[in-house]
Structures are given as structure tokens and as C-alpha cells.
């Protein structure tokens, strides 16, 4: 959830801020010369909302809408057909969004929530405080080159461009640009649409160009971080079960989980998610090894029917399944180190029968879900790991490029690798969410241009255009309202 002081200082700052602007405002000695002051700046104030306005980028805006008329033409043209394909195709995705939504509500299946196309993001409850920063810059990003879109198209087609400005609305940062309206009611519907469109459309490219770079990442960082060797630890968190004297630290290189090579971040999570759907994995000892290092212990039942003979007090000892000729259900307590560390991996018996001399499978006997996992990260000594899989997935941060020479960062490819998963995210989020046919949105104008350009010759009267627009859109408000609503019930409420 979100930490209770960090939504103490959010409130508390936005009511010192409101406070002191209306004591200002209503001070008669100084309320000329703060709004004096405000309009200089280009600054206005409102309860959880303040925004910027400058128009020291004007200029750079009219050149980027000059520079060659034929090639934005056709750029924003395009942006235009996507955009209009975009008002249609978010319906449908927030249609089947809302549908998938009802049916998780119905069936109560919370393993499901994951599976959505589209999802209700809350800081501190689906997204991590420590991502927050990412979240932030994303969103900022992908505001400003819709606004630029905006921008850039409105001058190629010869609409007064006012100035840029950014807002901060609570705590989500975002971008604006002011259009003179009489232009822009002025021209016809077509180029109307390239304006309308061309965020949607900006939002798109930005998305797609993301996915690019993070496709390529190991090419364009090939000069000083190699891929291909393992996954390299870049954090572990202090509660993490890998986290101690024999366990993972920042600059390891883990190669193997159990059989399973790793030579990425995504072998490491595909291995981890194999480890936990399949039972344990046994380890081949030798027969005199066994009789050697196993003692006397008490066999008994847990609660879900698994076998524990080990004493509950021992740290090191793990309690082992095996079977021979006479007896397929032997158990013995063993020093887990010692018995498996330079053992191979078994399934049966037979997976051991190699040189000729006698050797045994043995299995740790551990409750369900729990798995014995033997972690490689040469040149230290394996780390034994023992418990839910999960919880090394969650608590262990890896990266899969190493750095050619030291004094090079291990994190900068995260950071470089997390900020385009989140500009392909949130980029394509606000492009769907902006095309949807909903009050207040790009979607609105979109689709009052689309019914302009479409219906003129078949619905004479404006007005019926108008209320067939206006029908649309209260439709598209409600599905949208509606996904909003449930998806945040679904987070936070369950």
C-alpha cells in the first residue's frame, strides 16, 4: 500500500500551497502584485492542480511546423487514419477490457488480473514506490510528445500556436498546448483531424520507438556491457532469503539454477517459473556418502502430508527421500551442503548409475511449494536456497549485461531497459485512452471532426450531428468511466 507519510506530505503540501495562494490573493496589499507575479510566470493555482505556460518555445515549435511541408503533410496524414482506426479499436479493447473485468468480479479468480489488456495502475498497491520515479518520467515524456504533436501539426496547418505549457495535477505530472480557437474552427474538418489525431498518433511512434531501442539494446550497448554469460545481481533487498554471508551479492554472476542455465534475466524468470510448477529435483550421493552423513532422526507427518525428519531447530540440515531395492520410502537427515553441493541433478535411480559406482537419488522431503534450489555463481560456492521460488524472483534484481570494464555501471542498462518498458506502456496507454470517443478527451474532438467530414452530406442539420456526437460520447464516458471504476475496485478492494 501507499506508505501513510508519503500521502501525509502530498495532502499536506497541496493545502499549504492552496492556503497560502488564497491568503495572498485575498490580501489586499499584496494580491496585485502576486497575480502580477503568477501572470509573469505564466503560473495558476488550483485545489491538487498548478500548471506552466511559457511561449519561450514558440519559436522552436514554428520551426519543427515549417520544416518541410510535404513530408509532415503526409506524416500527419497518416497520424490522421491511425487515429481514427484508434477511436474505433480502443472502444473495442475497452469493451472486451470491461468484459474481462465483469468475469473476474464474477468468478472471484485473482490469478486472472495479470491476464487483462488494459489495467488501473495505483502506486504502492500494483506498482512498487521504487518504480515511482520510472512511472513519473514516463508519463511526463510521453505527455510532452503528444502536446508536440499537437503543436506541430496545428502550425502546419496555419492555426496560431499560443505556447507549451506542463501541469501537475495531485501528483501525475502532464503536458498542454494552447491553440487559438477561432483558427482552429475555422478550418475544415479534415485538417481538423490531423490536429485532433496527431497525439494519439505521436503517443504511437514514441511507443513503438521504445520497443525498438529495447530491441536492440544489446547491439547499441555491445562496446561496454556483454550479454549472453548470465544474469548479473544488481540488488538484493535485506529481507530477501538470498541476502547473508552464503548467498547472492551485488556484481555476481548466477549461470545456473538447479539443471537450468541462465544466461539472461529471462532464462533466470523462466527458470524459476519451471522450478515452481515441477516437483523438486533430486541430487545423486553416493550409496556410502548417504550412510555416511545421514543420522538417526524422527519421521513424522506435516499438515499437508509431507514427511519431515529433521529437528525443526536445525539450520542446516534438510530432511531427504530416497528409495532402493527394498524399500521405496527412506528417509534420512542430511547436512544439505555437504550432501548435494557437487552432486548432478537427478529425477530416478537411474539418472545416477553412471561409473559403476552405487549412488542414489536423493529428494528433499520440504512442504508444498517449497523447493531445495541450488543456485550457481562462480567462483563462489553455490548458494542453497530454500523456499518459495517467488520470493527469489521478488527480492533478488538482476540485469542481463555485464560491464566490459569496471568502472562502468551495472545499473545504467536497467535504467535504460526499465524506462522503455514503461514509455511502450504508458505511451500506448495514453494513445488508447486519449482515442476513446469521451468528454474532455482527444477522442471528443476526433470524433466531432470524423462525424463533420463523414456525415455532412448524409445528416444535413448540424444539430442531429451534434446529438448523434453527443449520444457517442456518452456512451464512450460511461464504458470508460466504468472500466476506470471496476479496475480500481479490482486493485484496491480485493
Same mark, same amino acid.
Given at each position: 500500500?501507499?506508505?501513510?507519510?508519503?500521502?501525509?506530505?502530498?495532502?499536506?503540501?497541496?493545502?499549504?500551497?492552496?492556503?497560502?495562494?488564497?491568503?495572498?490573493?485575498?490580501?489586499?496589499?499584496?494580491?496585485?502584485?502576486?497575480?502580477?507575479?503568477?501572470?509573469?510566470?505564466?503560473?495558476?493555482?488550483?485545489?491538487?492542480?498548478?500548471?506552466?505556460?511559457?511561449?519561450l518555445f514558440n519559436r522552436l515549435f514554428y520551426s519543427w511546423g515549417r520544416w518541410k511541408p510535404r513530408f509532415l503533410y503526409l506524416w500527419f496524414s497518416i497520424g490522421m487514419v491511425f487515429g481514427i482506426?484508434?477511436?474505433?479499436?480502443?472502444?473495442?479493447?475497452?469493451?472486451?477490457?470491461?468484459?474481462?473485468?465483469?468475469?473476474?468480479?464474477?468468478?472471484?479468480?485473482?490469478?486472472?488480473?495479470?491476464?487483462?489488456?488494459?489495467?488501473?495502475?495505483?502506486?504502492?498497491?500494483?506498482?512498487? %514506490?521504487?518504480?515511482?520515479?520510472?512511472?513519473? =518520467?514516463?508519463?511526463?515524456?510521453?505527455?510532452?510528445?503528444?502536446?508536440?504533436?499537437?503543436?506541430?501539426?496545428?502550425?502546419?496547418?496555419?492555426?496560431?500556436? +499560443?505556447?507549451?505549457?506542463?501541469?501537475?495535477?495531485?501528483?501525475?505530472?502532464?503536458?498542454?498546448?494552447?491553440?487559438?480557437?477561432?483558427?482552429?474552427?475555422? %478550418?475544415?474538418?479534415?485538417?481538423?483531424?490531423?490536429?485532433?489525431?496527431?497525439?494519439?498518433?505521436?503517443?504511437?511512434?514514441?511507443?513503438?520507438?521504445?520497443?525498438?531501442?529495447?530491441?536492440?539494446?544489446?547491439?547499441?550497448?555491445?562496446?561496454?556491457?556483454?550479454?549472453?554469460?548470465?544474469?548479473?545481481?544488481?540488488?538484493?533487498?535485506?529481507?530477501?532469503?538470498?541476502?547473508?554471508?552464503?548467498? *547472492?551479492?551485488?556484481?555476481?554472476?548466477?549461470?545456473?539454477?538447479?539443471?537450468?542455465?541462465?544466461?539472461?534475466?529471462?532464462?533466470?524468470?523462466?527458470? *524459476?517459473?519451471?522450478?515452481?510448477?515441477?516437483?523438486?529435483?533430486?541430487?545423486?550421493?553416493?550409496?556410502? =556418502?548417504?550412510?555416511?552423513?545421514?543420522?538417526?532422526?524422527?519421521?513424522?507427518?506435516?499438515?499437508?502430508?509431507?514427511?519431515?525428519?529433521?529437528?525443526?531447530?536445525?539450520?542446516?540440515?534438510?530432511?531427504?527421500?530416497?528409495?532402493?531395492?527394498?524399500?521405496?520410502?527412506?528417509?534420512?537427515?542430511?547436512?544439505?551442503?555437504?550432501?548435494?553441493?557437487?552432486?548432478?541433478?537427478?529425477?530416478?535411480?537411474?539418472?545416477?548409475?553412471?561409473?559403476?559406482?552405487?549412488?542414489?537419488?536423493?529428494?528433499?522431503?520440504?512442504?508444498?511449494?517449497?523447493? *531445495?534450489?541450488?543456485?550457481?555463481?562462480?567462483?563462489?560456492?553455490?548458494?542453497?536456497?530454500?523456499?518459495?521460488?517467488?520470493?527469489?524472483?521478488?527480492?533478488?534484481?538482476?540485469?542481463?549485461?555485464?560491464?566490459?570494464? +569496471?568502472?562502468?555501471?551495472?545499473?545504467?542498462?536497467?535504467?535504460?531497459?526499465?524506462?522503455?518498458?514503461?514509455?511502450?506502456?504508458?505511451?500506448?496507454?495514453?494513445?488508447?485512452?486519449?482515442?476513446?470517443?469521451?468528454?474532455?478527451?482527444?477522442?471528443?474532438?476526433?470524433?466531432?471532426?470524423?462525424?463533420?467530414?463523414?456525415?455532412?452530406?448524409?445528416?444535413?442539420e448540424k444539430q442531429n450531428r451534434e446529438l448523434v456526437g453527443f449520444l457517442i460520447l456518452l456512451a464512450g464516458s460511461a464504458l470508460l468511466a466504468a472500466n476506470v471504476a471496476l479496475g480500481l475496485w479490482?486493485?484496491?478492494?480485493?
Open positions: 500500500m501507499i506508505p501513510i507519510p508519503v500521502v501525509v506530505c502530498v495532502l499536506g503540501g497541496w493545502c499549504v500551497i492552496y492556503l497560502a495562494d488564497t491568503l495572498l490573493r485575498s490580501s489586499s496589499s499584496l494580491k496585485a502584485s502576486y497575480e502580477d507575479w503568477l501572470m509573469s510566470y505564466g503560473l495558476s493555482i488550483s485545489p491538487f492542480h498548478m500548471r506552466w505556460q511559457t511561449a482506426v484508434a477511436m474505433f479499436g480502443s472502444v473495442v479493447l475497452l469493451g472486451k477490457t470491461l468484459m474481462q473485468t465483469l468475469t473476474l468480479m464474477i468468478t472471484e479468480a485473482p490469478a486472472g488480473q495479470n491476464d487483462r489488456m488494459l489495467q488501473v495502475v495505483v502506486p504502492g498497491v500494483n506498482l512498487p %514506490i521504487s518504480q515511482l520515479t520510472y512511472f513519473f =518520467t514516463a508519463i511526463l515524456i510521453s505527455g510532452v510528445i503528444h502536446e508536440v504533436g499537437h503543436g506541430v501539426a496545428a502550425i502546419r496547418e496555419q492555426v496560431r500556436f +499560443n505556447g507549451f505549457g506542463i501541469f501537475i495535477f495531485i501528483v501525475y505530472p502532464g503536458a498542454f498546448v494552447d491553440l487559438f480557437t477561432t483558427h482552429l474552427q475555422l %478550418i475544415s474538418p479534415v485538417q481538423q483531424l490531423r490536429i485532433f489525431c496527431a497525439g494519439v498518433w505521436h503517443n504511437f511512434v514514441l511507443g513503438v520507438a521504445s520497443l525498438i531501442v529495447l530491441f536492440l539494446l544489446p547491439a547499441i550497448l555491445f562496446p561496454f556491457y556483454y550479454t549472453g554469460v548470465g544474469a548479473l545481481v544488481t540488488e538484493v533487498t535485506e529481507d530477501s532469503p538470498a541476502n547473508g554471508p552464503r548467498g *547472492l551479492f551485488v556484481g555476481d554472476l548466477v549461470t545456473n539454477l538447479q539443471d537450468c542455465s541462465v544466461r539472461g534475466v529471462e532464462d533466470w524468470n523462466s527458470c *524459476l517459473g519451471e522450478i515452481s510448477q515441477k516437483t523438486q529435483i533430486g541430487y545423486c550421493i553416493n550409496a556410502a =556418502t548417504l550412510q555416511q552423513l545421514s543420522f538417526p532422526a524422527r519421521v513424522y507427518r506435516r499438515l499437508d502430508g509431507t514427511v519431515e525428519c529433521c529437528s525443526n531447530s536445525s539450520l542446516t540440515d534438510v530432511c531427504f527421500s530416497y528409495s532402493n531395492n527394498l524399500d521405496s520410502h527412506l528417509y534420512a537427515c542430511l547436512p544439505a551442503r555437504k550432501a548435494i553441493e557437487a552432486s548432478q541433478v537427478c529425477r530416478t535411480n537411474m539418472d545416477c548409475q553412471k561409473d559403476f559406482v552405487p549412488s542414489l537419488c536423493v529428494t528433499p522431503s520440504l512442504e508444498n511449494q517449497t523447493r *531445495l534450489i541450488r543456485v550457481k555463481h562462480p567462483p563462489h560456492v553455490d548458494m542453497l536456497f530454500v523456499g518459495h521460488p517467488m520470493h527469489l524472483q521478488y527480492t533478488v534484481s538482476l540485469s542481463s549485461f555485464v560491464p566490459r570494464h +569496471n568502472f562502468l555501471s551495472i545499473d545504467l542498462p536497467v535504467v535504460i531497459e526499465t524506462m522503455c518498458k514503461y514509455l511502450i506502456s504508458l505511451s500506448g496507454a495514453l494513445a488508447v485512452i486519449n482515442a476513446v470517443p469521451c468528454f474532455a478527451l482527444d477522442g471528443q474532438w476526433i470524433l466531432n471532426s470524423f462525424l463533420e467530414a463523414t456525415l455532412a452530406s448524409l445528416i444535413v479490482l486493485v484496491t478492494a480485493r
